[in-house]
């Protein structure tokens, strides 16, 4: 979809809800019928549209899909969190037409996500406790709270506990799995969305189809029990074995580009250092993409401003030295799992270079392009197991610099940064002078 299609869809989506909401006057809850870039128009019944309105949902639609936020990593309109949330409550009503609560549940899922989503995750883990499920199954009931008194009563019949739950995945008859497990409605939407805004290539499955696909085992009740809960039905198994291999092509992508790796870098470091002078907002995972990159530019710490207005002025930092990490550098996981370890070890590296701290950021990447499927039903009518895939995610080191360097100045940090890793047995695949 070109830009102005896309933002004609977003303006049409203002307004359905436009309409919504002035259907409350006479205490009627009205479906709505939104465009969608994957499934041509999906219709939302009146009580999810309700839903839609709260802040909560409003702030996904200034999230992006992508960590970094597509407009800057692609340079084009990109679909936002509540796209795809909308996407995955279609995919869920078309397969479970009377699970509501699956369907509330299929909305609500990425409501917890913090700017740049799964970037913040980290800081999200450290200053809340939680991850973003959890954060999302907390604010279903902010969801709940901001509704209306007479909504509140029209949707007596929800229950906000299994709702919350499902979120989550967890569910006593395993239908939480249709949302968090190796192959769910959420993956079906989330690969097939972001291949086709990406222009990496086209879906080469149909996400309807894979949905209606998945099943639940009949005599599972759940996952605990080791009895498989999710099930692909034999006639979507091709399908299946596509949204695997379109994974790959998205997720190779994400966690071996050069582009996306540069300003995921920069865009962690900047908030390593806000974190680090203590001038990150204690509020700031309740911003949405453009607010974050606002008020982070705006800080008074220089380094940060400056990583910032590369990130938006797309001047990307470049790769100077990247290896594999394997299970052996497990201690150089641990120490570059910590801030504060990461930063001194930036901080380094930058001063034996002559660059300034900001200047040289280092990126560890584990790769989720793997992922098993769920078995297939066989005549027996239990699962038969999928074919095996790669048992460990791949791991790799990379070590940026900011743009412009002179050429001595690289070299002298790609020496630094070859000792340094060394003595953790790491050698680099970036020739040297490159």
């Known amino acids: 979809m070109s830009d102005g299609h896309e933002a004609q869809a977003r303006q049409t989506m203002s307004e359905a809800l436009s309409t919504e909401r002035k259907s409350r006057a006479t205490g009627w809850l009205q479906p709505i019928t939104t465009p969608d870039t994957l499934y041509g128009s999906v219709r939302v019944a009146g009580w999810a549209a309700a839903l839609l309105e709260t802040e909560p949902f409003q702030r996904l639609a200034e999230v992006s899909l992508s960590d970094v936020p597509g407009p800057l990593l692609f340079g084009r309109s990109f679909p936002s969190r509540l796209d795809h949330a909308i996407g995955v409550y279609h995919l869920t009503r078309l397969a479970r037409p009377r699970d509501r609560a699956l369907q509330a549940a299929a909305l ?40 209306t008194s007479w909504v509140q009563r029209y949707l007596d019949w929800l229950d906000w506990d299994e709702v919350a739950a499902l979120v989550q995945g967890q569910s006593s008859d395993g239908r939480g799995g249709l949302l968090n497990g190796l192959l769910d409605y959420d993956n079906v939407d989330n690969i097939a969305r972001f291949l086709a805004a990406s222009g990496l290539d086209s879906p ?106 590369g990130v938006i002025g797309d001047m990307e930092y470049r790769r ?11 201690a150089l996981m641990a120490l570059l799992s910590s801030r504060d370890e990461r930063l001194r070890l930036e901080a380094r590296l930058a001063a034996e270079a002559g660059f300034a701290e900001h200047e040289v950021i280092v990126e560890p990447i584990v790769s989720s392009a793997e992922r098993a499927l769920p078995p297939v039903i066989g005549v027996s009518g239990r699962g038969v197991a999928s074919a095996p ?7 790799r080191l990379n070590v940026f610099a900011a743009p412009g360097a002179p050429s001595d100045y690289l070299h002298r940090l790609q020496i630094a940064a070859s000792r340094a890793f060394a003595r953790f047995g790491m050698r680099s695949d970036t020739e040297m002078g490159a």
């Open 108 to 147: 609500a899922h990425d409501l917890g996500h913090g700017p740049f989503s799964h970037l913040t995750e980290p800081l999200m883990v450290e200053r809340l406790g939680i991850d973003h499920e959890q954060r999302s199954a907390r604010l279903v009931f902010e969801v709940r709270d901001a509704l």
């Open 204 to 309: 080469g499955y149909d996400p309807v189809a894979l949905a209606r696909g998945l099943t639940l085992a009949p005599d599972a009740t759940d996952v605990d029990g080791g009895i498989p809960v999710v099930m692909l039905a034999p006639a979507v198994e091709n399908e299946a074995r596509a949204w695997q291999h379109d994974r790959r092509i998205v997720y190779d992508y994400l966690h071996s580009g050069q582009r996306n790796l540069a300003l995921h870098a920069m865009l962690r470091k900047a908030i390593d250092l806000a974190v680090a002078d203590g001038s990150l907002a204690l509020d700031f995972l309740d911003y949405a993409d453009d607010e974050a990159l606002a008020r982070l530019g705006a800080l008074p710490q220089v380094g940060i401003g400056t990583l910032i207005a």
């Open 320 to 330: 100077i030295w990247d290896a594999n990490l394997g299970p052996e550098q497990s």
């Open 389 to 395: 895939h790669s048992a460990s995610p791949a791991m």
